[in-house]
């Protein structure tokens, strides 16, 4: 994958692994667009990282996405690169009876149903120049499910599922389509773990960028290439590692 002189939207770009993937990208002159909810946070990320292009779009909002389409395609005449790392995670105890039908909805929607419908409404974009990339921040979790995170769990297992049919389909179009495995990495949403050993963002991103030059389709980080090997011998062994 080429990473220079490449225009590159990446959701969720304002904290945690997509601010240290949007500030490594740019670093390495890439015109790097990052959106997110939270017009403050997107300011504050643009004060650390000046050269990044903002704009405030919740992927689960379909006007959001359609103002965010409009500018992007008014802008620029091709997106080289999408980085669908946007993503909430939430605990929930399914014996609580208290979970109401929005927070499963709006965790399966930021999770998944966004990240594809944003993915579809920008491939004209994607394919208006050669070799674009689509990149996919999935999860361990969707291959071995956390049992406190059962919604995210589920999003990601149905997100890697989605990623697997998106790459045999785009193949034609000769755009490629990445789903990156992170370990655990210091971020706001992991922050609430404090006893685990974590990775921090920037390391990460750096990481991530050198097997993206590599083109490899999946990539795993730390842990998680072992898990997804022992997944694959005893799912019973890979499940009590993630669950303890
Ligand atoms: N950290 C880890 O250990 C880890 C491990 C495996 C996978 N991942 C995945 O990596 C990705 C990034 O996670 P992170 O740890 O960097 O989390 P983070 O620091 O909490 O960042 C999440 C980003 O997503 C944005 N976002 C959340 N909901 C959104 C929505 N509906 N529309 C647009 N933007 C939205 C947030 O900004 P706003 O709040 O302003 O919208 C923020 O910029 C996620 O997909 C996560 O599942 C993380």
New binding site residues.
């Given amino acids: 994958m080429k990473l220079t002189h490449r225009t590159v939207l990446i ?10 993937l949007a500030e490594k990208l740019a670093a390495q002159d890439n015109q790097v667009i ?9 300011e504050l ?1 643009q004060s650390q990282v000046p050269d990044l292009e903002i704009v ?6 379909e006007n ?1 996405l359609r103002q965010l389409v409009s500018f992007l395609a008014a802008r620029y005449p091709s997106i080289d690169l999408l980085v ?6 939430q605990e929930l105890d399914l014996t609580s009876g208290s979970i109401t039908n929005e927070v499963i909805t ?1 965790e399966i ?3 998944m149903t ?2 594809i419908i944003i993915t579809l409404r920008l491939y004209p974009l994607l394919t208006a120049n050669q070799n674009a990339s689509i990149v ?6 969707g291959l071995v499910p956390k049992y406190d995170v059962p919604i ?1 769990s589920a999003a ?1 297992a149905g997100l890697h599922s989605f990623v697997n049919s998106l790459r045999e389909q785009v193949a034609r179009d000769g755009v490629q389509v990445v789903e ?11 922050q609430h ?1 404090i006893n685990e050993a ?2 921090s ?1 920037d390391n ?1 991103a750096e990481n991530v960028i050198k097997h993206l030059l590599k083109d490899a389709d999946e990539i795993y980080t730390g842990r ?1 290439r072992m898990l997804e090997i022992f997944n694959r011998v005893s799912p019973t062994l890979a499940a009590h590692l993630i669950n303890g």
């Fill in positions: 959701t969720g770009g304002s904290s945690g692994i997509g601010l240290a990052i959106c997110g909810r939270d017009q403050n946070k997107l990320a405030q779009c919740d992927i689960t909002e959001d669908n790392n946007a993503g909430i995670q709006d929607n930021t999770n966004g990240q996919f921040l999935g999860s361990a979790l995210y990601k990156v495995f992170p370990d655990v990495i210091e971020t706001p949403m992991t773990r974590k990775m963002a990460f998680t």
